[in-house]
């Protein structure tokens, strides 16, 4: 039975206990509220003479349904000598209605509900509520990047409950956890998410884009870790130069020529002790240098790394471990170290034609790279020999090696191709052992090598740079013997001097060696990874296939015109994606786009001539004119996007 009614108003109920949504009561409760009632009846009770309304009927006339007349005791409890009770209604009072004419002492008025007016974010319907008073500023507009500190923003995708609502305040629910409850109801401070520095971005940016392409640099982690330890003082010029690289990515601004300079300072400080780390420091700069057409500098940096390597026993064996402070991963990394910089060595003589592979007569012993998932997890196995490389087919060892061996392997047959005499003619037999050099390193590849994807059917890097190292050789050893004249092309110099090539009179195999490595470089372009994630290698690669492309596109007649039109598009494609980045592409571009417009206007110069069509069919001739108008519209087209796109 509840407690009876107070005759000194609802004011006075402060003993009712409160109770929870399962039936239980619940101890310690706030004061409850008493809120009146008002009879709300479907017809219009204003007719005169109407009894007067009363705000609350007594439990005994309540029960049995029968009209009160609110007196205390009322007068069906004084006849029939009940206990006459009052209990406040759990329905809104919603104050006197106007055609009351009689007074009741007990029929409370407006200024007797509880103050709720002053609250306007409290709810009167809610027994057993307390309002809480919330400051203005207490409430903040909504900051995606407020969130809980173990989340993301992006990981509040569910919609919220019902009871971590703020504005829905219900006792009778489970008590929420304290850090629920944080955003809802305590203040929280506008917070804005870490701001970045820009060489914090260049850092990231290099293991983003550019480590995969030449990955000797230490894993991030322990790069982090070392350089926390301290106790490797020429890290700082690693760091400088990882920055520097990062910053090809980025819109840096003068930034960029700043991390440059810093990193070199620091590489030429006369106390710069020479270790591993000045050699991985000169090496990534020699790599941004050369990418942004900085050939001479980086010729002069290349010279002082590869004798300071030769000086500190880079090339032995011993190396790795006398310096790798037994971390697997450090030997690791020292190993990856001299062989990159024998590849980037090979790749800059072959590509420019200026240097001669001075790393290629230098002896080496050292450990070849584990596999890059291997090295990025800390797991390094212990390494193999390039002796073990090279016995394989005899001794019978069923053994796969790593990718970035065969990307050394590929770098040596170039060294390999650098050190023969010129051949001057078809049947020399530096040709066939060059041809047979690079026909074993193809058909020897385990099944796993022979694309550029890897097992979980990702790009590989290493075994990509390996394929288009090979291509090229092939281009350089029958490009000179074939029936392609390089002459409409010699322009092209940016990433190596014309060399002229005399046309020969037939179709011969050298020709279709040519023009099958140029496609398959151009069908590498297709590889569903951002170019600018290659190396930056890949544009001389690239400008080399073009001048084959121009070259076969400057000869009377193609009967695949429109193969080679859709192989020019990709390459001037490639080119202009890389030219983002490195200036080396950017250079490349235009003067593949000067030649081309060379070519066709000498072509529509000699067609005005009906000599020029004796012996075509009037379908040749119109497809040949369609060609070299659907060739020289991917130029114009490609030209004004690019002009676009410039600020």
């Not at 409850?32 to 439990?59: E, K, N, R, Y």
């Not at 009052?86 to 009741?104: C, E, I, L, Q, W």
């Not at 590849?343 to 420019?352: E, F, K, L, N, S």
């Not at 290493?462 to 074939?482: E, G, V």
Request: hydrophobic share 40%.
């Amino acid at each position: 039975m509840m407690e009876p009614f107070s005759p000194q108003g609802p004011q006075s109920l402060t003993s009712s206990p409160a109770v929870s949504s399962d039936g239980r009561e619940t101890a310690n409760t706030p004061p409850v509220p008493s809120v009146s009632a008002t009879i709300d009846g479907g017809t219009s009770q204003s007719q005169a003479g109407a009894p007067p309304s009363v705000p609350a009927a007594c439990l005994a006339c309540r029960g049995k349904h029968l009209k009160c007349d609110g007196n205390t005791p009322c007068s069906r409890c004084t006849s029939s000598n009940s206990e006459c009770i009052y209990v406040a209604s759990r329905r809104g009072y919603k104050g006197p209605r106007k055609t009351t004419t009689a007074h009741n002492p007990h029929k409370r008025h407006a200024s007797s509900s509880p103050p709720y007016s002053e609250a306007p974010d409290s709810c009167p319907m809610l027994l057993g509520h307390t309002p809480v008073s919330i400051p203005a500023t207490a409430v903040q507009p909504f900051n995606p990047s407020i969130v809980l500190p173990e989340h993301s923003p992006v990981s509040y995708t569910a919609t919220p409950t019902l009871a971590n609502i703020s504005g829905y305040r219900n006792p009778f629910a489970a008590a929420m956890d304290p850090n629920a409850m944080a955003l809802a109801t305590a203040t929280v401070p506008q917070s804005q998410p870490p701001v970045t520095s820009l060489a914090e971005r260049c850092f990231e940016a290099f293991y983003h884009f550019f480590h995969a392409g030449h990955p000797f640099v230490l894993p991030r982690e322990y790069f982090l870790r070392l350089l926390k330890d301290g106790s490797a003082p020429n890290l700082n010029a690693v760091l400088a130069a990882m920055r520097y690289i990062g910053s090809l990515f980025l819109n840096a601004g003068p930034a960029r020529a700043t991390f440059l300079d810093e990193a070199i300072r620091l590489c030429y400080l006369p106390n710069t002790p020479r270790d591993g780390f000045l050699i991985q420091a000169l090496l990534l700069i020699i790599v941004g240098l050369d990418g942004s057409c900085e050939q001479a500098r980086a010729r002069e940096l290349l010279a002082d790394c590869e004798r300071f390597a030769v000086e500190i026993n880079l090339n032995k064996r011993e190396f790795a471990t006398l310096h790798g402070r037994g971390n697997p991963v450090l030997e690791e990394s020292w190993r990856r170290t001299w062989w990159d910089l024998y590849v980037c060595d090979g790749m800059i003589a072959g590509v420019h034609r200026v240097t001669n592979f001075l790393l290629f007569d230098i002896e080496a012993d050292v450990g070849l790279p584990c596999e890059e998932h291997q090295y990025l997890s800390g797991r390094i196995p212990p390494p193999a020999y390039m002796e073990d490389f090279d016995d394989q087919l005899f001794s019978g060892e069923d053994r796969e090696f790593s990718s970035f061996t065969y990307r050394i392997a590929a770098a040596r047959n170039l060294g390999r191709m650098m050190r023969m005499p010129n051949m001057m003619f078809p049947d020399d037999e530096g040709i066939s052992r060059v041809e047979a050099l690079l026909t074993n390193w193809k058909i020897h590849l385990p099944d796993s090598k022979r694309d550029d994807l890897n097992k979980n059917c990702q790009l590989d890097e290493m075994m990509f740079q390996a394929h288009f190292i090979t291509h090229a050789c092939t281009i350089m050893l029958h490009q000179p013997l074939s029936q392609l004249d390089s002459s409409p092309a010699q322009a092209v110099n940016s990433c190596a001097p014309h060399r002229p090539v005399a046309s020969g009179d037939n179709f011969n195999a050298h020709t279709r060696h040519t023009i099958t490595a140029a496609c398959e470089i151009t069908k590498m372009i297709t590889q569903a990874v951002p170019l600018i994630n290659h190396t930056h290698f890949f544009t001389c690669v690239v400008t080399l296939s073009s001048i084959v492309h121009l070259s076969k596109w400057a000869l009377y007649y193609i009967e695949d015109e429109e193969d080679l039109r859709q192989q020019i598009r990709l390459n001037i494609g490639a080119l202009n994606k890389l030219s983002k980045v490195w200036k080396a592409a950017n250079t490349a571009w235009g003067q593949v786009k000067g030649v081309a417009q060379d070519i066709y206007r000498e072509k529509k110069a000699a067609q005005i001539s009906p000599a020029f069509w004796v012996g075509f069919t009037q379908e040749q001739m119109i497809s040949s004119i369609n060609a070299d108008e659907g060739i020289m519209s991917e130029f114009n087209i490609l030209a004004q996007v690019t002009q676009a796109q410039q600020p």
